[in-house]
């Protein structure tokens, strides 16, 4: 039993969803999983276990930030043998190439965030997706409008107090800003496990349209789809 999860071994899948929402866990579980039970409510932070197609899927809520997802992601990976964890979040549009509603399966993840920096010493690490179920989400996209493959940014603020560097971003291909994906490759690398992070565009840092709290939890089951489609093919 984990000190943050909570859970008893075998209460968790080998596939596991994670949106940063607790609601959205919640709201996953019951709209997709068959026979979902909860198997945590520490800290509010639900998560339950079903079956997708009849196979076992997990959804477990993260909460905001690199360093609260990197709690979760650690004890799923090293104490309930997690083999595969997909982020399924919201992210912020940063070139108009997005609109709303938009969905981006994350490449790679650049960052603002000190924590790859402390871990290596200064160096840059380029935290990446696992290439199988990158592979695997591209293709169930075949077909679907909106769809972008490439690289987000991991900030560590919501509210950051130099907006303009996300500029230097764009130049570069960056395509949307989230707060969690580049902590989550990180740690799928290190314990040798899979992950990648398929964002909805909840807001467009250019045009100023935004969702509602209700749509976000709610509505974004298009990449909940996805994440479930590339998950199951990698299982």
């Given at each position: 039993?984990?000190?943050?999860?909570?859970?008893?071994?075998?209460?968790?899948?080998?596939?596991?969803?994670?949106p940063?929402?607790?609601?959205?866990a919640?709201?996953?579980?019951?709209?997709?999983l068959?026979?979902?039970?909860?198997?945590?409510?520490?800290?509010?932070?639900?998560?339950?276990?079903?079956?997708?197609?009849?196979?076992?899927?997990?959804?477990?809520?993260?909460?905001?930030?690199?360093?609260?997802?990197?709690?979760?992601?650690n004890e799923?990976y090293?104490?309930?043998?997690?083999?595969?964890?997909?982020?399924v979040?919201?992210?912020?549009?940063?070139?108009?190439?997005l609109?709303?509603?938009?969905?981006v399966?994350?490449?790679g993840?650049?960052?603002d965030?000190?924590?790859?920096?402390?871990?290596?010493?200064?160096?840059?690490?380029a935290p990446?997706?696992?290439?199988?179920?990158?592979?695997?989400?591209?293709?169930?996209?075949?077909?679907?409008?909106?769809v972008?493959?490439?690289?987000?940014?991991s900030s560590?603020?919501?509210?950051?107090?130099?907006?303009?560097?996300?500029?230097?971003?764009?130049?570069?291909?960056?395509?949307?800003?989230?707060?969690?994906?580049?902590?989550?490759?990180?740690?799928?690398a290190?314990h040798?496990?899979?992950?990648?992070?398929i964002?909805?565009?909840?807001?467009?840092?250019?045009?100023?349209?935004?969702?509602t709290?209700?749509?976000?939890?709610?509505?974004?089951?298009a990449?909940?789809e996805?994440?479930?489609?590339?998950?199951?093919?990698?299982?």
């Amino acid at each position: 039993m984990s000190t943050h999860i909570g859970a008893q071994p075998g209460d968790i899948a080998p596939l596991v969803l994670m949106p940063g929402d607790p609601l959205r866990a919640r709201w996953i579980a019951e709209t997709f999983l068959d026979d979902a039970r909860c198997y945590t409510e520490v800290r509010g932070m639900y998560g339950y276990t079903g079956t997708w197609r009849g196979h076992p899927v997990s959804v477990q809520g993260s909460g905001m930030g690199q360093p609260s997802l990197a709690i979760y992601a650690n004890e799923l990976y090293s104490e309930y043998d997690v083999q595969s964890v997909i982020r399924v979040g919201s992210c912020g549009a940063l070139t108009e190439k997005l609109a709303v509603r938009d969905i981006v399966i994350a490449s790679g993840a650049c960052t603002d965030s000190s924590m790859n920096r402390i871990t290596f010493g200064g160096l840059d690490y380029a935290p990446v997706a696992d290439f199988g179920l990158l592979h695997a989400a591209y293709g169930a996209a075949s077909g679907r409008d909106g769809v972008h493959v490439g690289l987000i940014y991991s900030s560590d603020s919501f509210y950051p107090s130099r907006p303009e560097l996300s500029a230097r971003m764009v130049e570069y291909g960056v395509l949307a800003v989230e707060m969690e994906a580049s902590a989550l490759y990180t740690l799928a690398a290190k314990h040798g496990r899979r992950a990648l992070a398929i964002c909805t565009v909840s807001d467009h840092i250019v045009t100023g349209e935004q969702t509602t709290s209700q749509e976000r939890e709610q509505t974004f089951g298009a990449m909940v789809e996805l994440a479930l489609e590339a998950g199951l093919a990698q299982s």
